[in-house]
């Protein structure tokens, strides 16, 4: 949640009207952060929606991945969140999370584009595209054997042990994933919470290999330029500012 409440604040910043839609659970963690960019004048807010919580099988307060850490539980809240999104006013685009695959849906019956936002980076996209395309790992019996990542732009040499279960065979998440590859292909584009010099060889590649629409706009944390920014940033410590001073002056 926080890059993307980051990206909204940054677009904010350059005049663009930013609406986060989230719940009131989560939207009190960056309630101070945002209530100060909307008092120096940036068009930003918050449009608070329920989640059908009992319907899909969820606790009261299970809001966030923080609170259903297991696959299961995750699956049980992308579905609550896909039951409860409500647009208010038809906006210019969606900007939404790569793991909610029906955001595109709802932007093409709107009418407005749909774009992606991914935590991961290009090198490490660029790695997952290709073995699911050319399956260098079938026929490798071991799990240690080292196998080669064809066509990218160094020698990249991975075993089977270092892949997850759903490339190495069937899994109950499959057609979810099939689903996120299929959204993200349809999106306008993908913004990544990276920077074109940490990889500028998988950031071309990924463009025009891959023909896709990309903008690293990383690392969104540094936008928390001011201390109260940075102090409130994420779930609140047990440490106070106070006790940190303390304890580098003992």
């Known amino acids: 949640m926080m890059p993307m409440v980051d990206i909204a604040r940054e677009f904010s910043s ?10 009131a659970t989560n939207a009190a963690r960056f309630k101070n952060v945002i209530d100060r960019d909307a008092g120096s004048g940036r068009r930003i807010a918050f449009q608070m929606v329920s989640l059908p919580m009992e319907e899909v099988g969820l606790p009261p307060g299970c809001e966030n991945l923080i609170a259903a850490p297991t696959p299961q539980s ?23 999370d790569v793991r909610y695959p029906w955001a595109v ?16 980076c290009f090198f490490s996209d660029c790695i997952a595209h290709y073995v699911r395309e050319y399956r260098p790992h079938e026929g490798i019996e071991s799990e240690s054997q080292e196998f080669l990542v064809p066509t990218l732009p160094d020698k990249i040499v991975l075993t089977r ?5 759903l490339v190495k065979g069937k899994t109950d998440f499959d057609e979810l994933f099939e689903k996120l590859r299929e959204a993200e292909r349809r999106s306008f584009g993908v913004l990544y919470n990276s920077f074109y010099e940490l990889g500028p060889a998988y950031a071309d590649y990924f463009r025009k290999e891959m023909k896709r629409r990309t903008w690293h706009i990383g690392p969104l944390s540094l936008f928390n330029r001011e201390l109260d920014d940075k102090a409130e940033r994420g779930d609140r410590t047990s440490v106070n500012a106070h006790k940190c001073l303390s304890w580098l002056n003992l």
């Open 105 to 120: 849906d709802l932007a093409e019956k709107l009418g407005i584009s749909r774009i992606a936002f991914s935590g991961s």
């Open 14 to 23: 350059h005049g663009v009207k930013s609406t986060i839609i989230t719940t």
């Open 74 to 96: 995750a699956m049980k809240l992308h579905r609550a969140i896909e039951m409860s999104f409500v647009i208010q006013h038809c906006p210019d685009a969606i900007v939404s």
């Open 161 to 165: 042990s270092q892949l997850p279960d």
